[in-house]
Every structure is written in structure tokens, then in C-alpha cells.
């Protein structure tokens, strides 16, 4: 068990800058048997052109770090393990190997790409003993991935989160990137402790089964900006605090964040709002399930998603016929607010 923020030890080698052999190369094309599922990936790679891999994709620990992996159009489909794309850390006693300063472009993902740090989730075992102490978030976020760029991908839906930021994720840059087809997650989910991530320039045409395509949860100063999300079924971008969950105490909220220069196209099947500033506020059922400590989520059900920006969006109403159209102009139904203060400033519809 952690018992203090000292025991959070962190090992990075920045110095790896290693092509890999031809012999890695035929590894990562040779198909994926039960008995070999994956291959690591711990240096930089060239794929060629329009490959079928279906093997699945581990960065891991310190030994991934300074990389680039140039898919060149490659299709990335995981027989036998999951997710098809994995960026994770390793822990080595009490020392944390840690995966950064990787670059990933040029690949389609048929399933979903996660990035682990301290758990794969926001109840794994460790990540709960450490939110249990004060100075949770630095903790988790020493023991993340970090420095990630993922840069013209193409995600095509599936049962899960088609990509997941773990907690204390940060500094990732996800962009010129597409979602589409169909998931029973979300499209992007940055959960809690996660913080300076960048999502721009990205296109969200992906129908989920019941949620939101980003979901913002207990993640802070992160930048959502120049993306297009066309017609969110279930809404678009919403920004809570996932109190208590699996006993988890939730430190940080969804503070300081920036939703600038989006473009939302609308049909008569969006949900709105699209925005959402504080859309749950404690009422979940599990909320109480982190009481007893003296911070975060255990002594606030509520989402405090505060001092957010929602600046220069444009919500394109124009595939709505003329009479629907006033409605949705009304109070907050395409940006709701549910908690102060925000900057909610600038944002146009085109009718």
C-alpha cells in the first residue's frame, strides 16, 4: 500500500531513440496466433504501406519512449487481445516505467486505443489506495503516460470506449483524427486526474448506444478546439466528476478547460444540450461509496466543472426544418450550465 507521495518513484529513459531491426518489423506483421497476441513495440518503426496487423499494439513502460510509429495507412485489428492499441505504464516495485514522448500516426483502429498509468481504470486497486491520501492527482499523473501524439487516425467503433486517457493521463495531443461507425462506449473518455491534453482538428461521426461522445471527468485544462462533431445522438461534450466510484476518491474536477472553434452540425435525432458544464452533480447512486476522507470526491458529491471556457463554437441548425429551430435557440438547451463560474461567450448559430 502507498503510505506516502514519496513512494511514487518514476523511471523514464528519453534517450531511447532506436529504429527497430527487420526483424521486429516481420513480428509486428507476422498474424497474431492465441500463443502470440502481441508485440511490444520499444522503438521506431516504419510500417508498409496499407498493412493488416492483427497483432496487438503494447508500448510499455520506459523503454517506449522517444518513437515514432508511422503506420502508412495500416489497419490495426487485434485478434485476440484487447484494446487493438495499448500505451501503458509498468510498475517495477515501488518505481513506475513510464511510456512517453511517443508519436503514433498514419493507422486505422478497429476496436479502441487506451493509454494506462497507475490502473486501466478509475477503480484499479492501486490508483483507489492512492486516491485514499492526499496528493493523489501528482501521484497519478508521475505515474502516467505523458508527451503522446496520435495524429491522423482513423477509429472505427466497437463494444468498448473507442479511446480512453486512464487517470493521470497528460500531455496528449490527439488530432487531424476521425471516429466513425458505431460503439457502446463514447468516442474519447478522459478520466479523472488526467490534465493538458489536446483534441483538435478531429471529426466525431460516430452514433454511441446511450452516452455523450467526450466525456470529461475529473479531467482539467485540457483543450477541445477546430473539431467537428456531426450529429451527436446522445450529445456531444459533457464535464463532470465521476464521485465515488468503486470506493475511488476523485480529487480533481473538470476545471479550466477550453471547448474553442467547434463546429456542430445538428439533425432532428441530436440530443441536446451538446454542452453539458456539470452534467451529473452527485447524483449517482455509488457517490457515497468514497466517504471517510478528508478531500476530493469524498467530502463534494457535486461536479465543480469551474472556470471552463466555451468560446467561438458554431452549431449548424441548418438540416433542421424552420419550426424545430426555435426551440433549440432557447435558454441553454445546446450549452447547459450547471455550475459558476464559467465563460460561456461568442458562440454563433447558423440557421
Known amino acids: 500500500m502507498l503510505t506516502s507521495s514519496s513512494q511514487t518513484a518514476i523511471a523514464e529513459d528519453n534517450g531511447n531513440t532506436t529504429l527497430c531491426t527487420a526483424q521486429k518489423l516481420q513480428e509486428v506483421l507476422q498474424p497474431a496466433t492465441t500463443e502470440q497476441p502481441s508485440v511490444y513495440i520499444d522503438c521506431s518503426l516504419t510500417l508498409p504501406k496499407n498493412a493488416k496487423i492483427t497483432k496487438q499494439l503494447v508500448f510499455a513502460g520506459g523503454r517506449a519512449a522517444n518513437i515514432v510509429f508511422e503506420g502508412n495507412g495500416a489497419e490495426i485489428r487485434a485478434a485476440y487481445a484487447k484494446p ?16 512517453n514522448h511517443i508519436t503514433i500516426k498514419n493507422i486505422q483502429v478497429m476496436g ?3 493509454i494506462h498509468g497507475m490502473a486501466e481504470n478509475g477503480q484499479g486497486e492501486l490508483l483507489k489506495q492512492s486516491s ?23 477509429l472505427i467503433g466497437g463494444q468498448h ?9 497528460h500531455h496528449v495531443t490527439l488530432k487531424n483524427s476521425q471516429f466513425m461507425g458505431q460503439t457502446a462506449g463514447l468516442a474519447l473518455y478522459l478520466d479523472a486526474e488526467s490534465s493538458h491534453n489536446t483534441i483538435e482538428n478531429n471529426t466525431f461521426k460516430v452514433q454511441t448506444k446511450a452516452r455523450e461522445l467526450i466525456a470529461v471527468d475529473g479531467s482539467a485544462h485540457n483543450t477541445i478546439r477546430h473539431n ?13 466528476r465521476n464521485c465515488g466510484e468503486g470506493g475511488t476518491v476523485r480529487h480533481q474536477a473538470s476545471h479550466h478547460n477550453q471547448i474553442i472553434q467547434n463546429q456542430f ?11 453539458w458544464l456539470a452534467s451529473r452533480n452527485g447524483e449517482r447512486n455509488y457517490c457515497s461509496a468514497d466517504s471517510g476522507y478528508a478531500f476530493g470526491s469524498s467530502t463534494n ?3 465543480l466543472a469551474k472556470n471552463n471556457q466555451v468560446s467561438h463554437n458554431r452549431f449548424n441548425l441548418k438540416n433542421i ?22 465563460e460561456i461567450s461568442s458562440n454563433q448559430i447558423v440557421d
Request: charged share 20%; aromatic share 8%; hydrophobic share 40%.
Open 84 to 99: 487493438s492499441v495499448l500505451i501503458t505504464s509498468k510498475q517495477d516495485q515501488n518505481t513506475w516505467q513510464v511510456p
Open 112 to 114: 479502441s486505443l487506451r
Open 132 to 154: 485514499h491520501q492526499a496528493g493523489h492527482t501528482e501521484r497519478a499523473q508521475q505515474a502516467a503516460p505523458h508527451h503522446i501524439v496520435l495524429d491522423n487516425l482513423s
Open 161 to 169: 470506449n473507442m479511446m480512453y486517457l486512464a487517470p493521470g493521463v
Open 228 to 240: 467537428r462533431f456531426i450529429d451527436p445522438h446522445h450529445g456531444a461534450i459533457y464535464l463532470y
Open 265 to 275: 452540425e445538428l439533425s432532428m435525432s441530436s440530443k441536446l444540450p451538446l454542452i
Open 301 to 303: 458529491d457535486k461536479d
Open 321 to 342: 426544418p424552420k419550426f424545430y429551430r426555435w426551440v433549440m435557440k432557447v435558454d441553454d438547451r445546446l450549452i447547459k450550465v450547471s455550475a459558476q463560474p464559467n
